[in-house]
């Protein structure tokens, strides 16, 4: 198995966790990452999404999840094409989440960039409809 087919079916077997668990497979996730794991996201932090920012780490990195699922509950997380090239991989699909204070429902296209070296993720970028998912945050 090439090195881009081996990088898509970690993504797969940890997305198809992620979806199925509802957010309970955080260690799994955890787990396919370098202890010192460059994980980013486009809101960068911005209020009403604070969780969502840089974190340089994978221990550092439990405060997104811990944060995200505090504050939302998954309805589905679906990706449904895999583009890889050398080390990377771009994920792309849909999620839809309940915000817990407000009880809206964000659903959004989400795309994920991954970066692997040695079969472990060292660089995480996820790019989603910030305006939408703001809107129900508030």
Known sequence: MSNEAANVAILKDAYRQWHESKGGSVEQLLSICDPSINWDSIPRGAAPLEFAKQYN?????QGYFSQLL???EMIRYTIDEYVAQGDVVFAR???????????KVADTPKVDFWRFRDGKAV??????DTAHVAAAAT
């Open 93 to 103: 699909g849909s999620c839809a989440w309940t915000n817990r204070k407000t009880g």
């Open 123 to 128: 660089e995480f970028y996820e790019y989603f």
């Open 70 to 72: 505090a504050d939302w």
């Open 57 to 61: 780490g994978r221990e550092v990195l």
